[in-house]
């Protein structure tokens, strides 16, 4: 027995053989750069004679330790030509690797970025998704408009808010529980028009992580996910303009060098011209009797960032946004309606490297997000009003103290004003002067750690703590948020992977409607109104198919929550300062099962992704009322039992590529009147008077709406001696497949004008729609 055991545990890779003695050790670490100068997150770095290796972080730095030697670093990216140096370690080492694009970079374009089939089923996290903008760029978008929310939208586990919306559902939980980053800065509100298109110009980004579970600890203060958006950094070597022209939009990006390689900049602009067309109309029909003069739109964005090097052990990085939509109707009578909302962002971050294995970034940031309505009728105006402002500063430290232990650190302080509501009214001869303005402020701050640590070549843990508190006025809260994970390999084919995480919200965003709208308020945790909580406990399987081609993961959930958010029937939302009044709280929980197939490498590449899943909340009677659904269980609006999405990508020569995607989903859930009584149908009552119609509701979203399902088609290409310049169609909605985008009742009147019945017709938004985009890169 005292020798079983032993063998047992070195067979289950639970226990590391003992070692003679090893020859010195050193320090083997750099960045990965393109050739153009772009670091390159998730290059993979190997020594394939030790069957070692690692892959780049997120600003494209590597370390490896080694034994002293000669040595071949193996170093690969995809769309990037594979670099083989070799290396005499005899002191710690430090290299500056630059990768050349692939001549036929799309010939192994991956579906998710850099990351590897390998390297996903290696390590510790599950439920993450990593999308490389130029997967994005070959799929068939809706006018054209590459969006990166609506291709995670195609993942498993996510939702979308409805037909043709970048909003983000993911396992359960609601738009407003999701942290979405743009280089570590907060964005509040991610969409345009109303949430037809996200505000991230894809030109700009460079890589997308989606965290559907297993937290890492330096995340927090949203429960369902976080979308972390990486910007480019621009071209070192050359000053090049980037664009397109497309249906709706068009977009400009130039880039270059500074100070000779020292750092690099980019700067990125969009704007749609919707207004420019409608603006011409109105003017055309200016006058006519019988004409309807069109409101205009338009939106914008505004992305830059710039980089430089100020020695070997610092750096400084330097990012802004700015993004509005403007919505405005001008009337002959003099009636003018003008609503404008958006984000602007900015953040400094100072990288500095201690030693090869410790570094530290600092960043200080700020988020702001507004909308205005005004409206003006002669020399009355009237205008509404509500903002979010952030100020953010926090430090985060790296160190590998060995080839074992990945150790993360850090702290966070976020200064919040919350511009709650902001009427006023005045007329021009002063006889009406209103004005209202509730503001609070609130104080959010959080520690955190955590260690990676791979126990053995089959086994890895990682277990990080967060501690959190948030302070708004005289109230305070705060709590633990403990987050681990395990990976456990049966060979270098099969893995199985267990993660837990609790997390805490502590704003809210205030709504009275199932779509995330400009107009929603956000809300911080005061008085009555508790910060929202939930856990969650996920697992899966991992296989690496047909010599490691495919990949196939099979993931179960079961999330739940607490102090979830709902208003009372008839809430007063706007310009309320007793709003934690109108606030109700109950319980979530959703589970479900995600099946996921990837391809990467190929000509051939693509995704097939199917989620069985439920969702649930309960609101029991409080504060006077009757609870939500008289205190019975109520699916979400959103909960959709399955979903089913297949991705195909297919290069069929250096010049054409071929793209289909195909979604199929059950219909979201709507709440629907099971009839109608008037006052003829009282006993007793008049008669000869006009019914009012009453309707009589069922349960809450006891009505599902039908199946939705879409076939997007696309076709890229290039053109030009250097193939820098290409032609994108894309067919949104191929088959003509009218989808509900919500269904309401028409009245049935007879020749009387009384009201006989109704009749259910649905709304559907998008029928086949052609774009076309041109694209160049000089």
Same mark, same amino acid.
């Given at each position: 027995?005292?020798?079983?055991?032993?063998?047992?545990?070195?067979?289950?890779?639970?226990?590391?053989?003992?070692?003679?003695?090893?020859?010195?050790?050193?320090?083997?670490?750099?960045?990965?750069?393109?050739?153009?100068?772009?670091?390159?997150?998730?290059?993979?770095?190997?020594?394939?004679?030790?069957?070692?290796?690692?892959?780049?972080?997120?600003?494209?730095?590597?370390?490896?330790?080694?034994?002293?030697?000669?040595?071949?670093?193996?170093?690969?990216?995809?769309?990037?030509?594979?670099?083989?140096?070799?290396?005499?370690?005899?002191?710690?080492?430090?290299?500056?690797?630059?990768?050349?694009?692939?001549?036929?970079?799309?010939?192994?374009?991956?579906?998710?970025?850099?990351?590897?089939?390998?390297?996903?089923?290696?390590?510790?996290?599950?439920?993450?998704?990593?999308?490389?903008?130029?997967?994005?760029?070959?799929?068939?978008?809706?006018?054209?408009?590459?969006?990166?929310?609506?291709?995670?939208?195609?993942?498993?586990?996510?939702?979308?808010?409805?037909?043709?919306?970048?909003?983000?559902?993911?396992?359960?939980?609601?738009?407003?529980?999701?942290?979405?980053?743009?280089?570590?800065?907060?964005?509040?509100?991610?969409?345009?028009?109303?949430?037809?298109?996200?505000?991230?110009?894809?030109?700009?980004?460079?890589?997308?992580?989606?965290?559907?579970?297993?937290?890492?600890?330096?995340?927090?203060?949203?429960?369902?996910?976080?979308?972390?958006?990486?910007?480019?950094?621009?071209?070192?070597?050359?000053?090049?303009?980037?664009?397109?022209?497309?249906?709706?939009?068009?977009?400009?990006?130039?880039?270059?060098?500074?100070?000779?390689?020292?750092?690099?900049?980019?700067?990125?602009?969009?704007?749609?011209?919707?207004?420019?067309?409608?603006?011409?109309?109105?003017?055309?029909?200016?006058?006519?009797?019988?004409?309807?003069?069109?409101?205009?739109?338009?939106?914008?964005?505004?992305?830059?960032?710039?980089?430089?090097?100020?020695?070997?052990?610092?750096?400084?990085?330097?990012?802004?946004?700015?993004?509005?939509?403007?919505?405005?109707?001008?009337?002959?009578?003099?009636?003018?309606?003008?609503?404008?909302?958006?984000?602007?962002?900015?953040?400094?971050?100072?990288?500095?490297?201690?030693?090869?294995?410790?570094?530290?970034?600092?960043?200080?940031?700020?988020?702001?997000?507004?909308?205005?309505?005004?409206?003006?009728?002669?020399?009355?105006?009237?205008?509404?009003?509500?903002?979010?402002?952030? &100020?953010?500063?926090?430090?985060?430290?790296?160190?590998?103290?060995?080839?074992?232990?990945?150790?993360?650190?850090?702290?966070?302080?976020?200064?919040?004003?919350?511009?709650?509501?902001?009427?006023?009214?005045?007329?021009?001869?002063?006889?009406?002067?209103?004005?209202?303005?509730?503001?609070?402020?609130?104080?959010?701050?959080?520690?955190?750690?955590?260690?990676?640590?791979?126990?053995?070549?089959?086994?890895?843990?990682?277990?990080?703590?967060?501690?959190?508190?948030?302070?708004?006025?005289?109230?305070?809260?705060?709590?633990?948020?403990?987050?681990?994970?395990?990976?456990?390999?049966?060979?270098?084919?099969?893995?199985?992977?267990?993660?837990?995480?609790?997390?805490?919200?502590?704003?809210?965003?205030?709504?009275?409607?199932?779509?995330?709208?400009?107009?929603?308020?956000?809300?911080?945790?005061?008085?009555?109104?508790?910060?929202?909580?939930?856990?969650?406990?996920?697992?899966?399987?991992?296989?690496?198919?047909?010599?490691?081609?495919?990949?196939?993961?099979?993931?179960?959930?079961?999330?739940?929550?607490?102090?979830?958010?709902?208003?009372?029937?008839?809430?007063?939302?706007?310009?309320?300062?007793?709003?934690?009044?109108?606030?109700?709280?109950?319980?979530?929980?959703?589970?479900?099962?995600?099946? &996921?197939?990837?391809?990467?490498?190929?000509?051939?590449?693509?995704?097939?992704?199917?989620?069985?899943?439920?969702?649930?909340?309960?609101?029991?009677?409080?504060?006077?009322?009757?609870?939500?659904?008289?205190?019975?269980?109520?699916?979400?609006?959103?909960?959709?039992?399955?979903?089913?999405?297949?991705?195909?990508?297919?290069?069929?020569?250096?010049?054409?590529?071929?793209?289909?995607?195909?979604?199929?989903?059950?219909?979201?859930?709507?709440?629907?009147?099971?009839?109608?009584?008037?006052?003829?149908?009282?006993?007793?009552?008049?008669?000869?008077?006009?019914?009012?119609?009453?309707?009589?509701?069922?349960?809450?979203?006891?009505?599902?709406?039908?199946?939705?399902?879409?076939?997007?088609?696309?076709?890229?290409?290039?053109?030009?001696?250097?193939?820098?310049?290409?032609?994108?169609?894309?067919?949104?909605?191929?088959?003509?497949?009218?989808?509900?985008?919500?269904?309401?009742?028409?009245?049935?009147?007879?020749?009387?004008?009384?009201?006989?019945?109704?009749?259910?017709?649905?709304?559907?938004?998008?029928?086949?729609?052609?774009?076309?985009?041109?694209?160049?890169?000089?």
């Amino acid at each position: 027995m005292r020798h079983i055991l032993p063998g047992l545990l070195l067979g289950l890779g639970l226990l590391r053989p003992a070692r003679a003695q090893e020859a010195p050790r050193f320090t083997l670490s750099g960045t990965v750069r393109g050739g153009r100068g772009e670091v390159l997150p998730g290059a993979s770095v190997a020594v394939p004679a030790l069957s070692t290796g690692t892959a780049a972080d997120s600003v494209g730095r590597f370390v490896l330790s080694l034994p002293a030697g000669r040595h071949q670093v193996v170093v690969a990216f995809v769309g990037y030509q594979q670099f083989t140096r070799e290396v005499n370690l005899t002191r710690n080492q430090r290299l500056n690797l630059a990768l050349e694009e692939s001549g036929n970079e799309l010939g192994e374009v991956i579906v998710e970025g850099a990351v590897t089939l390998e390297q996903k089923l290696k390590t510790t996290q599950m439920g993450v998704e990593h999308l490389s903008i130029r997967e994005a760029k070959l799929l068939p978008a809706l006018f054209g408009e590459v969006d990166i929310l609506k291709t995670l939208q195609l993942k498993p586990g996510v939702q979308s808010g409805g037909e043709g919306t970048s909003g983000l559902f993911v396992r359960g939980g609601s738009s407003d529980q999701n942290l979405v980053l743009l280089d570590n800065t907060l964005v509040y509100n991610p969409n345009h028009l109303f949430g037809l298109f996200s505000v991230f110009n894809s030109d700009a980004v460079q890589s997308v992580d989606l965290y559907k579970s297993g937290f890492p600890a330096q995340f927090g203060g949203r429960l369902s996910s976080v979308v972390d958006v990486k910007l480019r950094e621009g071209d070192r070597q050359n000053y090049v303009a980037t664009g397109g022209v497309g249906l709706i939009s068009s977009r400009l990006t130039y880039e270059g060098p500074i100070n000779k390689g020292k750092g690099s900049f980019i700067v990125s602009g969009r704007r749609t011209y919707f207004d420019v067309f409608t603006r011409a109309l109105n003017k055309a029909n200016e006058g006519k009797p019988d004409y309807d003069p069109i409101p205009d739109y338009f939106f914008y964005d505004l992305n830059a960032k710039a980089n430089y090097t100020l020695g070997e052990q610092d750096q400084l990085f330097l990012t802004g946004y700015l993004g509005r939509d403007v919505f405005g109707f001008n009337s002959p009578n003099g009636f003018n309606f003008t609503f404008d909302w958006g984000n602007t962002l900015g953040s400094l971050r100072w990288n500095h490297v201690f030693s090869p294995r410790l570094f530290a970034n600092t960043t200080v940031s700020v988020s702001d997000y507004k909308y205005n309505l005004t409206n003006r009728f002669d020399q009355f105006t009237f205008g509404l009003g509500s903002s979010i402002r952030d &100020y953010t500063g926090r430090t985060d430290f790296e160190y590998a103290p060995n080839d074992r232990h990945v150790l993360k650190a850090g702290a966070v302080l976020t200064q919040h004003v919350f511009g709650v509501g902001r009427a006023e009214a005045n007329s021009g001869d002063g006889r009406v002067n209103f004005g209202a303005n509730v503001k609070y402020y609130g104080l959010d701050g959080a520690l955190y750690a955590s260690d990676n640590y791979k126990a053995t070549d089959k086994l890895q843990l990682e277990g990080g703590l967060r501690l959190s508190g948030f302070r708004s006025g005289n109230n305070q809260y705060g709590g633990l948020e403990p987050r681990a994970a395990a990976r456990y390999s049966f060979n270098d084919r099969t893995s199985f992977k267990l993660n837990y995480a609790l997390m805490y919200q502590y704003v809210h965003l205030v709504s009275n409607s199932g779509a995330s709208l400009p107009t929603d308020i956000w809300y911080p945790s005061r008085l009555s109104v508790k910060p929202q909580r939930s856990q969650q406990l996920s697992s899966g399987a991992s296989f690496l198919l047909g010599q490691g081609k495919y990949l196939l993961t099979n993931e179960v959930y079961y999330k739940w929550g607490r102090n979830q958010v709902d208003f009372r029937d008839g809430a007063q939302l706007f310009v309320n300062p007793e709003l934690d009044t109108e606030f109700i709280f109950g319980r979530s929980w959703s589970y479900g099962n995600e099946v &996921y197939l990837e391809k990467k490498t190929g000509k051939t590449t693509g995704w097939v992704g199917y989620t069985l899943a439920w969702s649930w909340r309960n609101f029991q009677p409080q504060r006077g009322t009757t609870g939500v659904n008289n205190g019975a269980d109520f699916h979400p609006n959103y909960d959709r039992r399955h979903n089913l999405t297949v991705v195909l990508l297919h290069q069929l020569n250096k010049r054409i590529n071929l793209t289909a995607s195909f979604i199929y989903t059950s219909g979201g859930r709507a709440t629907l009147p099971l009839g109608r009584f008037g006052i003829q149908d009282i006993p007793g009552s008049r008669t000869g008077i006009d019914p009012r119609p009453v309707p009589v509701y069922p349960d809450r979203n006891s009505y599902q709406l039908i199946p939705y399902h879409r076939l997007d088609l696309g076709v890229v290409y290039k053109i030009g001696s250097r193939l820098n310049q290409d032609l994108t169609l894309s067919i949104y909605n191929a088959y003509n497949r009218r989808n509900a985008y919500f269904v309401f009742f028409e009245t049935i009147e007879d020749a009387n004008e009384r009201i006989t019945g109704f009749q259910a017709q649905q709304v559907s938004l998008f029928p086949v729609i052609p774009s076309l985009t041109y694209n160049f890169r000089f």
